[in-house]
């Protein structure tokens, strides 16, 4: 006898979901954002359904994604933005809150919230993960976020 097994698959078909893009470091967020928006696209989403929300940066990201993840509108909220450490502890503030509101946010309603939220040491860094070629942590996260929500509606 085995266990029933629970997965979801990265398919945007019959889903809508939501980015919130933070504008600092719009360089790397851009990029982010084609990446998502490529991977929602290459999984059969449809421009209707997917809605794209900027905000000024990452600091700013939790309280809009918990807002669209509480409207019942959205199958899951892709959270997109990047904080390169600099001298100062500020980069320690504003990664650990935007993660941690950002992970309330998707307890708190029970909306799958994908962190795409880059944290790096370096701008050489940020660019290698936002690629346009493979590994473009936008798109990874916007697969993240299909997956989820098939999860979810599954249990």
């Not at 919130?20 to 954002?33: E, G, K, P, Q, Y």
């Not at 905000?55 to 918990?66: D, I, Y």
């Not at 799958?112 to 798109?139: M, Y």
């Amino acid at each position: 006898m085995s266990a029933e097994l629970i997965e979801g698959e990265a398919s945007a078909r019959g889903r809508r979901v939501a980015i919130v893009a933070a504008r600092f470091n719009d360089f790397i967020v851009t990029s982010l954002l084609k990446g998502a928006r490529a991977a929602w696209h290459e999984h059969g989403g449809s421009a209707a359904d997917l809605t794209v929300v900027r905000v000024p940066g990452a600091f700013e990201l939790p309280v809009v994604v918990r807002r669209l993840a509480a409207s019942g509108r959205y199958d899951a909220v892709v959270a997109l933005g990047c904080v390169i450490r600099g001298d100062t502890p500020h980069f320690d503030y504003v990664a650990g809150e935007a993660a941690r509101g950002l992970q309330l946010a998707g307890l708190e309603t029970g909306i799958p919230v994908s962190f795409g939220v880059l944290t790096v040491d370096s701008l050489e860094q940020a660019l290698e993960r936002a690629a346009t070629t493979a590994g473009n942590k936008g798109g990874e996260a916007m697969e993240s976020a299909l997956e989820m929500a098939a999860v979810m509606a599954r249990l």
